[in-house]
């Protein structure tokens, strides 16, 4: 008899104990890919794990992740988990739907989609129509979601922050934005007036560069994610006098009140307008994809999903491993958020850059150190891969750890083979210019090293050659604390293995 025990984990219905040499018979396990098979005596299944004699001894098997063939093989009637996902309301309804449909063709089952937002999509075996796994989503304030995960009613959770006791799989990012009614013509906002805005100390329009009317400040519930992601950057929660249940809700009333001002994320602007932001010197901060997966953007948001710290089922496991696919890439961005693949940009495009290369130059940065850049700059591409450090210390930050494995798979599997890797450093502007010089150079070093260390077997040839530039490309204002944290960093700059850089001659 031929049972089918794919993804097992979370039935445990039937119980089968083979105990001595008596009851024991001969089974063949599968994986699913047809790529292995084990031989052997079976020992025991407890519903979960089959144990079994082989030939390379005692070996314990997750019945989820193999097909069994023999006599003594269980019949399991209902192989079935149930993945329930509980947290951020609008990440979960807007991008969870193609994210799973995607696991779904992945691995090669039946989707039947959810009829309503309670019930739960179903992935079926299209071999045997037998339901593999079920996955459900509710909405739910942290709080409340973190109770469900620890009380065992939940598997995962949809988090814009990580949590201590939880583990973490980064999805995908977001940006905060602010956002006004389309016939507001306010042109931009400061990040300082925004945060004024926000705490409640502006009451008209004017105050911050837009008409004479009143400023109406609408928000979320102070409860959910996005509140808690404000409030952390705010360092106090937002004063907002007209709160919604739901991003949705609070850009369709921005878009109907003419006086309305509300941050959301990018992928929820809806009808409403986007503000466009700059910092405390005037320089211009957009939520573009690349400055968003760089960081470079202060607002960025990221989309994580938590797990605890308990054996999951194999679907929900595969589920997570899958988030680091380009497919599943793919289907976050099809639900309107930015994904984490590596984007990459010509440096020349953007003028932005070099105009504050040249406006926010201080008096030590010399036009021979503009052309250097410059030159370094003709001709090459950076990629989305930033690297920042924690504050007051030579460890890179959570963000800059991950953007350092996924570089350093991406080498072990060949990429970049006809391209030059440079690691571009830079500082802030505080201090002498010599010694910011020697910093910039210092962390793009520690960069290098850190990479050196994740992927030993790459050759010298493979890693990146280190160039320092100190203070010569501020990327925001050095007046603030987020300001100076921004221009510290490190970029990852590709050029065609075939060109030199040599510089420019001119009459």
């Known amino acids: 008899m031929k049972a089918i025990a794919r993804r097992a984990a979370g039935f445990a219905a039937l119980l089968f104990i083979f105990a001595g040499p008596a009851v024991a018979q001969d089974v063949t396990l599968t994986s699913r890919d047809g790529a292995l098979a084990i031989s052997g005596r079976l020992q025991g299944f407890d519903g979960e794990f089959y144990r079994v004699d082989s030939a390379y001894g005692p070996l314990t098997v997750d019945a989820a992740g193999?097909?069994?063939?023999?006599?003594?093989c269980p019949d399991l009637t209902a192989p079935k988990s149930v993945i329930r996902i509980v947290g951020a309301a609008d990440p979960g309804r807007q991008m969870l739907p193609p994210l799973i449909a995607a696991f779904?063709?992945?691995?090669?089952?039946?989707?039947?989609?959810?009829?309503?937002?309670?019930?739960?999509?179903v992935l079926v075996d299209p071999a045997t129509g037998k339901i593999l796994a079920e996955f459900s989503f509710r909405p739910l304030p942290p709080s409340e979601a973190r109770s469900e995960i620890l009380a065992g009613r939940a598997e995962l959770m949809l988090a814009a922050a990580t949590e201590p006791d939880f583990g973490s799989r980064a999805v995908a990012l977001d940006a905060l934005i602010p956002i006004m009614a389309p016939d507001n013509p306010t042109p931009g906002i400061s990040t300082p007036d925004l945060a004024r805005a926000l705490a409640g100390e502006v009451a008209n329009w004017a105050e911050v560069g837009g008409p004479d009317m009143p400023l109406v400040l609408h928000g979320l519930t102070a409860d959910s994610d996005l509140s808690a992601a404000l409030a952390a950057r705010l360092g106090r929660e937002s004063a907002a006098t007209v709160t919604h249940r739901d991003l949705a809700s609070l850009a369709e009333a921005v878009a109907r009140d003419p006086?309305?001002?509300?941050?959301?994320?990018?992928?929820?602007?809806?009808?409403?307008?986007p503000l466009p932001l700059s910092d405390s010197c005037g320089f211009p901060l957009l939520p573009d994809p690349l400055a968003v997966k760089a960081e470079d953007y202060p607002l960025t948001l990221p989309v994580y999903l938590l797990t605890p710290r308990r054996r999951l089922p194999l679907v929900a496991r595969e589920f997570l491993e899958y988030l680091a696919t380009p497919q599943a890439q793919v289907a976050v961005a099809e639900g309107g958020y930015i994904?984490?693949?590596?984007?990459?940009?010509?440096?020349?495009?953007?003028?932005?850059?070099?105009i504050n290369a040249i406006q926010g130059a201080g008096d030590e940065t010399?036009?021979?150190d503009l052309k250097r850049l410059v030159n370094l700059m003709d001709g090459a591409e950076r990629l989305s891969f930033t690297f920042r450090f924690q504050d007051g210390s030579t460890e890179l930050d959570r963000h800059s750890q991950q953007n350092l494995a996924d570089l350093a798979r991406l080498l072990e599997a060949g990429q970049f083979r006809d391209e030059t890797l440079i690691l571009a450093g830079f500082s802030d502007g505080s201090g002498v210019a010599a010694a910011n010089l020697d910093l910039s150079r210092d962390r793009a070093l520690r960069v290098l090293l850190a990479l050196n260390a994740a992927a030993p077997g790459l050759t010298e040839a493979q890693l990146p050659r280190i160039e320092a530039f100190g203070e010569a490309l501020p990327m925001a204002c050095d007046e603030t604390a987020a300001g100076r944290r921004l221009n510290r960093r490190v970029e990852l700059w590709l050029k065609p293995a075939f060109v030199k850089d040599t510089p420019r001659t001119g009459n």
């Open 66 to 72: 193999v097909i069994c063939d023999g006599p003594a």
């Open 259 to 273: 006086w309305a001002l509300a941050v959301t994320g990018r992928a929820s602007a809806g009808p409403a307008k």
């Open 366 to 368: 010399t036009l021979d």
């Open 104 to 121: 779904s063709r992945a691995q090669g089952l039946i989707l039947t989609p959810a009829r309503r937002p309670e019930d739960a999509t």
């Open 339 to 354: 994904d984490r693949g590596p984007a990459r940009e010509p440096l020349t495009r953007d003028g932005l850059r070099l």
